[in-house]
């Protein structure tokens, strides 16, 4: 049966529906924090951050549901905080009921919001700090002290430039390689070929090879010669493959055969990739070079060749540097263009990092919650990264509570003006109060220092303001009673 609610009614219905999930999610904040127990098939399962949790106890009430739909699309698009978000997002929506009950109008009050950015901003940069302790942010982010300074570590030494790739390793601990060179994600064509080798030239084909024709004298030569080659193309099919196993199993040839992972436009712009850092010329019949025109000299080289797994590694690539720049800011222009776009982001800052020879693997070894370890790395690389983008604000709710203080000592305004400044005001010391209850402590948190990235912090709080804008603003629904 379907009913119209609206008024007092409406916003009744809504606090129950999200006042058992901001609950739970404050009680998950900060290291004092519970998390969610779940069960999962034949096993228990623990939900610790706010999306998670979110996903676990949100039912399907609408205001539920775009609560979990906002934590989830945050936790994709900023990498962490989303504990913080519905924590600041549940008493900004309090104080905002508060408000319009008292009579402010929700469409005034968001524009009030807007209004009170320029402070907002002033109240951040005085509280924001340049000098970044990576450890400390890493702290923040929910990483335990070891795999923080590992973190760290990775991060110090690839750079805000670079990238850290966190997977879960097949061996017990945590190991960290620093790379060097080129890599990207491959797998093997025909039976098994070499994993190692060096050094070694390589043909790049942004094409699918049916004949090796043209090139058999070239192949044979390599054979001759006891020389390495690696053969990188789209598809790898009938004679040309032929040629290879024939070569291969016969013992005369040192040849790995790949395709990248990736598919369509992505398999294109790794091949391209590849060539460009290893000095070969790509065969594509839309750069007009085919097989057939293929010379020795227009082949790429490399020093090393190890693939272990699907990571291909090539080191001493010797793609020319003046090649390399212009295709690395095409690549970083690609990634101010996804900003909105996580996955296209993350894909494009990996091929940033790995043809500018900037990368490193963190590997946390298979064991009990390995996979609970790999997300909360990826969390705090997150907010490390933000950290190094715009700066760090004192942590543990402190930075934020002393930004409310600045915002306090203006003017609040009356009616719609009040309420969005006591929205804010609220907001922001949420984390605190959620630390400092979930502590037992009265008064302020005495922990080691702690920081949280300003940036992230900031987007946080507008997603929250914004959330509850939405859900306050209401001013009638239907639903199934």
Same mark, same amino acid.
């Given at each position: 049966m379907?009913?119209?609610i609206a008024?007092?009614?409406?916003?009744?219905?809504?606090?129950?529906?999200?006042?058992?999930?901001?609950?739970?999610?404050?009680?998950?904040?900060?290291?004092?924090?519970?998390?969610?127990?779940?069960?999962?098939?034949n096993?228990?399962?623990?939900?610790?951050?706010?999306?998670?949790?979110?996903?676990?106890?949100?039912?399907?009430?609408?205001?539920?549901?775009?609560?979990?739909?906002?934590?989830?699309?945050?936790?994709?698009?900023?990498?962490?905080?989303?504990?913080?978000? $519905?924590?600041? @997002? /549940? !008493?900004?929506? #309090?104080?905002?009921? &508060?408000?319009?009950? %008292?009579? +402010?109008?929700? =469409?005034q009050v968001?524009?009030?919001?807007?209004?009170?950015?320029?402070?907002?901003?002033?109240?951040?940069?005085?509280?924001?700090?340049?000098?970044?302790?990576?450890?400390?942010? $890493?702290?923040? @982010? /929910? !990483?335990?002290? #070891?795999?923080a300074? &590992?973190?760290a570590? %990775?991060? +110090?030494?690839? =750079?805000g430039?670079?990238?850290?790739?966190?997977?879960?390793g097949?061996?017990?601990?945590?190991?960290?390689?620093?790379?060097?060179?080129?890599?990207?994600?491959?797998?093997?064509?025909?039976?098994?070929?070499?994993?190692?080798?060096?050094?070694?030239?390589?043909?790049?084909?942004?094409?699918?090879?049916?004949d090796?024709?043209?090139?058999?004298?070239?192949?044979?030569?390599?054979?001759?010669?006891?020389?390495?080659?690696?053969?990188?193309?789209?598809?790898?099919?009938?004679?040309?493959?032929?040629?290879?196993?024939?070569?291969?199993?016969?013992?005369?040839?040192?040849?790995?055969?790949?395709?990248?992972?990736?598919?369509?436009?992505?398999?294109?712009?790794?091949?391209?990739?590849?060539a460009v850092?290893?000095?070969?010329?790509?065969?594509?019949?839309?750069?007009g070079?085919?097989?057939?025109?293929?010379?020795?000299?227009?082949?790429?080289?490399?020093?090393?060749?190890?693939?272990?797994?699907?990571?291909?590694?090539?080191?001493?690539?010797?793609?020319?540097p003046?090649?390399?720049?212009?295709?690395?800011?095409?690549?970083?222009?690609?990634?101010a263009?996804?900003?909105?776009?996580?996955?296209?982001?993350?894909?494009?800052?990996?091929?940033?990092?790995?043809?500018?020879?900037?990368?490193?693997?963190?590997?946390?070894?298979?064991?009990?919650?390995?996979?609970?370890?790999?997300?909360?790395?990826?969390?705090?690389?997150?907010?490390?990264?933000?950290?190094?983008?715009?700066?760090?604000?004192?942590?543990g709710?402190?930075?934020?509570d002393?930004?409310?203080?600045?915002?306090?000592?203006?003017p609040?305004?009356?009616?719609s003006?009040?309420t969005?400044?006591?929205?804010?005001?609220?907001?922001?010391r949420?984390?605190?109060?959620?630390?400092?209850?979930?502590s037992?402590?009265a008064?302020?948190?005495?922990?080691?220092?702690?920081?949280?990235?300003?940036?992230?912090?900031?987007?946080?709080?507008?997603?929250?303001?914004?959330?509850?804008?939405?859900?306050?603003?209401?001013?009638?629904?239907?639903?199934?009673?």
């Amino acid at each position: 049966m379907l009913r119209a609610i609206a008024g007092h009614a409406l916003q009744e219905n809504l606090a129950g529906a999200l006042v058992p999930a901001f609950r739970a999610i404050g009680a998950s904040l900060g290291p004092d924090g519970r998390h969610v127990i779940y069960s999962t098939g034949n096993r228990v399962a623990a939900a610790a951050s706010g999306s998670e949790i979110a996903r676990r106890v949100c039912s399907d009430h609408f205001a539920a549901r775009l609560l979990k739909e906002t934590l989830v699309d945050a936790e994709r698009d900023l990498g962490d905080g989303t504990a913080r978000l $519905a924590v600041m @997002a /549940g !008493a900004a929506l #309090a104080a905002a009921r &508060r408000g319009i009950a %008292a009579g +402010a109008v929700p =469409g005034q009050v968001a524009a009030a919001l807007v209004a009170l950015r320029p402070a907002l901003d002033g109240a951040f940069a005085a509280e924001r700090a340049e000098a970044i302790d990576l450890v400390a942010v $890493a702290l923040a @982010a /929910g !990483a335990d002290g #070891a795999l923080a300074q &590992r973190l760290a570590e %990775a991060f +110090a030494a690839v =750079g805000g430039a670079g990238q850290v790739e966190v997977v879960e390793g097949r061996e017990p601990g945590v190991a960290l390689d620093i790379r060097h060179g080129f890599g990207f994600d491959a797998k093997p064509v025909g039976s098994a070929g070499l994993d190692a080798m060096g050094p070694v030239h390589l043909i790049v084909a942004n094409e699918v090879i049916r004949d090796f024709r043209t090139l058999a004298p070239v192949i044979e030569g390599f054979a001759r010669s006891d020389k390495s080659l690696v053969i990188a193309a789209r598809g790898l099919e009938q004679q040309a493959l032929h040629l290879i196993e024939r070569n291969r199993q016969a013992g005369v040839l040192k040849v790995a055969a790949l395709l990248p992972r990736d598919a369509g436009p992505r398999a294109a712009e790794i091949l391209g990739d590849l060539a460009v850092a290893t000095g070969a010329v790509l065969v594509s019949d839309h750069a007009g070079v085919s097989l057939e025109t293929l010379k020795p000299a227009m082949l790429g080289r490399a020093e090393t060749y190890r693939r272990e797994g699907s990571l291909v590694a090539l080191t001493g690539v010797a793609g020319d540097p003046a090649r390399i720049a212009p295709r690395l800011r095409g690549i970083e222009a690609e990634i101010a263009a996804r900003r909105y776009l996580p996955l296209d982001r993350e894909h494009a800052r990996q091929r940033h990092a790995r043809l500018a020879g900037l990368w490193a693997e963190l590997r946390i070894g298979a064991r009990s919650g390995a996979g609970d370890a790999v997300a909360q790395a990826r969390r705090a690389l997150a907010s490390m990264r933000s950290a190094c983008d715009g700066g760090v604000i004192d942590g543990g709710g402190r930075g934020l509570d002393r930004i409310a203080a600045r915002l306090e000592a203006r003017p609040a305004g009356t009616g719609s003006g009040a309420t969005a400044q006591a929205m804010l005001l609220a907001a922001l010391r949420a984390p605190g109060i959620c630390l400092r209850r979930n502590s037992g402590a009265a008064g302020p948190i005495r922990t080691a220092p702690v920081t949280d990235p300003a940036g992230l912090s900031r987007s946080l709080l507008d997603v929250a303001l914004s959330l509850a804008g939405r859900l306050a603003g209401l001013e009638g629904a239907v639903i199934r009673h």
